[in-house]
C-alpha cells in the first residue's frame, strides 16, 4: 500500500468516519425496531448490515465506504405472548431477527472505529499547529 496524495491520511480518516457514521445509522435502526412485529408489509422487522469496503485499488487504498445495506435473511424469532395481539393460534408471536446484545457489541465497535477516525484527524490538527509555530 502506497499513498501518495499528501493528504491521503486525512481523506481516509473521513471516509471512516463517514463510513461508520452510516454503519451507527444501521444498527440504531436495528435497536429501535427490536420488537416491531409488523414492519408495514405483514412481516417483522428484518435486521440490516451495512458492509464496508475500501475505496481505490490494492495498491493505493483512498478510504473506506458503505459498499451495500443487506437484509439479514436469517429465521426470525419466536416468543410465547398469547395475549398480544400479533400472537398465532398457539400463542407464539413472530419477531424480528435482531439479537441486542449482537447491536450492542456492533455499536460498541463502530463507535470505537469512529472514535479513532476523528482522533487521526485531531492528531492531524495538531502537527499543522505544530509546524506552523515552528515556521514562525
Given at each position: 500500500m502506497e499513498v501518495n496524495n499528501t493528504l491521503g491520511p486525512i481523506d481516509i480518516a473521513i471516509s471512516g468516519l463517514q463510513a461508520q457514521g452510516k454503519n451507527l445509522?444501521?444498527?440504531?435502526?436495528?435497536?429501535?425496531?427490536?420488537?416491531?412485529?409488523?414492519a408495514g408489509n405483514g412481516q417483522p422487522y428484518r435486521r440490516l448490515e451495512a458492509i464496508l469496503k475500501t475505496k481505490g485499488d490494492e495498491d493505493e487504498i483512498t478510504g473506506v465506504t458503505v459498499d451495500e445495506i443487506i437484509t439479514d435473511m436469517s429465521d426470525f424469532n419466536r416468543i410465547l405472548d398469547p395475549g398480544n395481539p400479533d400472537a398465532d393460534e398457539n400463542g407464539y408471536v413472530t419477531m424480528p431477527n435482531v439479537n441486542l446484545p449482537t447491536e450492542m457489541i456492533n455499536l460498541n465497535i463502530a463507535t470505537k472505529v469512529y472514535q479513532a477516525n476523528a482522533a487521526i484527524l485531531k492528531r492531524y490538527q495538531q502537527m499543522v499547529e505544530v509546524s506552523l509555530e515552528l515556521l514562525r
Open positions: 445509522e444501521v444498527i440504531s435502526s436495528n435497536i429501535a425496531n427490536l420488537r416491531t412485529t409488523d
